[in-house]
Structures are given as structure tokens and as C-alpha cells.
């Protein structure tokens, strides 16, 4: 019989859902985020919480819950601001055209009601 290993699933979670939004955080922190200041002003600014402490959050397991949180409020405002007009198409090679980012939003919700799992920073806290 094969056993389980929950906390293993949780890290690659964690890696995956986590660290590949890193990259979009990093690359605004490269190449600015002026476009989005200049059409939500001040709160164009909350993207660096939403895709680089979120996501360096839950790389580490540490207050993964609200950091998921977080990540997918942050992805929720993605496609409510930049990416309405995708909700209902396809894409030009058959899939979803914002499952990319659903992904992300999906991976932080199931982080929220799991948690970090074992392999994680913190573990004692509600939170985590």
C-alpha cells in the first residue's frame, strides 16, 4: 500500500503556487509598476504585497494562511482590473484564457484551508 505524504503535496503546493508568482513580482519590481498607479493610484502599490511578500510568505510557511489570502485577493483584483474581458474566452491554443492565474488563485484558497503543512517556518500559529 502506497502511504500518503500530505505535508510533501502541501511544499510542492506551497513551491509551486508561491514561487512561480514570484516572478511576476520580481519582474514589477525590475521593470516598475507605473501602469497600475496610474490607473488605481495609490493601491497599485498593494501588488508588491500580493506578489512578492505573499508569495515569499508561502515559499517559507510562514503565516501561509494569510498570505494565501492575500495572493488570491490579489489575483481576484487581477481579473477584475486587467483581465475582465478574459472571464468568458478561450484561448488561441483551446484552454482557459485566465487559467493561469486561476491556478494561482486556487493554489492560495486550497493553502488557506490547509495551511503550510509541516515542512514550513511556522506551524504553531492559527495562522500558519
Same mark, same amino acid.
Given at each position: 500500500?502506497?502511504?500518503?505524504?500530505?505535508? /510533501?503535496?502541501? @511544499?510542492? @503546493?506551497? #513551491?509551486?503556487?508561491?514561487?512561480?508568482?514570484?516572478?511576476?513580482?520580481?519582474?514589477? @519590481?525590475?521593470?516598475?509598476?507605473?501602469?497600475?498607479?496610474?490607473?488605481?493610484?495609490?493601491?497599485? +502599490? %498593494?501588488? +508588491?504585497?500580493?506578489?512578492? /511578500?505573499?508569495?515569499?510568505? #508561502?515559499?517559507?510557511?510562514?503565516?501561509?494562511?494569510?498570505? *494565501?489570502?492575500? @495572493? %488570491? #485577493?490579489?489575483?481576484?483584483? *487581477?481579473?477584475?482590473?486587467?483581465?475582465?474581458?478574459?472571464?468568458? !474566452?478561450? !484561448?488561441?491554443?483551446?484552454? +482557459?484564457?485566465?487559467?493561469?492565474?486561476? /491556478? +494561482? /488563485?486556487?493554489? *492560495?484558497? *486550497?493553502?488557506?484551508?490547509?495551511?503550510?503543512?509541516?515542512?514550513?517556518? !511556522?506551524?504553531?500559529?492559527?495562522?500558519?
Amino acid at each position: 500500500m502506497i502511504s500518503k505524504n500530505t505535508d /510533501l503535496g502541501l @511544499l510542492l @503546493l506551497r #513551491i509551486s503556487t508561491g514561487g512561480l508568482m514570484l516572478f511576476h513580482g520580481v519582474s514589477k @519590481l525590475i521593470h516598475g509598476i507605473s501602469f497600475l498607479v496610474e490607473n488605481m493610484g495609490v493601491f497599485g +502599490y %498593494a501588488v +508588491y504585497i500580493g506578489e512578492v /511578500l505573499a508569495p515569499i510568505a #508561502i515559499l517559507l510557511g510562514f503565516r501561509t494562511r494569510i498570505a *494565501a489570502v492575500l @495572493l %488570491a #485577493i490579489t489575483c481576484v483584483v *487581477a481579473v477584475a482590473t486587467a483581465h475582465a474581458q478574459d472571464i468568458f !474566452s478561450i !484561448s488561441d491554443h483551446g484552454g +482557459y484564457a485566465l487559467e493561469l492565474l486561476m /491556478l +494561482y /488563485l486556487f493554489g *492560495a484558497v *486550497a493553502l488557506f484551508f490547509t495551511g503550510a503543512g509541516k515542512f514550513a517556518l !511556522s506551524k504553531n500559529n492559527q495562522w500558519d
